[in-house]
Nanobody, 125 residues
Framework: QVQLAESGGGLVQAGGSLRLSCAAS????????MGWFRQAPGKEREFVAG????????YYTDSVKGRFTVYRDNVKNTVYLQMNSLKPEDTAVYYC??????????????????WGPGTQVTVSS
């Protein structure tokens, strides 16, 4: 079993930056994919960014391209989400998730079988 824990959320003004961390307590296998999702009140959970663990292949939703960067640290079993030029519409609870059966990067939440408890990101005007 893989356990995930997010950290790094907080309150920032528009244009600011945050770095979210997701630490995995269990082993992450080379075929895993790691994803970042977010959910705002009254909205569906949305895929934000993902990374294939083995090669570091990444994918981003259009609204964060050029602003967010996802990367991994194999030694620390940690995946990061660097968020720059934050906008109020980025406000949400951000979740880290792991897809243990990934062949390709997937963007659907039901494809991921391990989830962290989430961390709040609030961007003010």
């Amino acid at each position: 079993q893989v356990q995930l824990a997010e950290s790094g959320g907080g309150l920032v003004q528009a244009g600011g930056s945050l770095r979210l961390s997701c630490a995995a307590s269990g082993r992450i296998f080379s075929n895993y994919a790691m994803g970042w999702f977010r959910q705002a009140p009254g909205k569906e959970r949305e895929f934000v960014a993902g990374i294939k663990w083995s090669l570091g292949t990444t994918y981003y939703t259009d609204s964060v391209k050029g602003r967010f960067t996802v990367y991994r640290d194999n030694v620390k079993n940690t995946v990061y989400l660097q968020m720059n030029s934050l906008k109020p519409e980025d406000t949400a609870v951000y979740y880290c998730a792991a897809d243990s059966t990934a062949i390709v990067l997937r963007t659907t939440s039901y494809s991921y079988n391990y989830w962290g408890p989430g961390t709040q990101v609030t961007v003010s005007s």
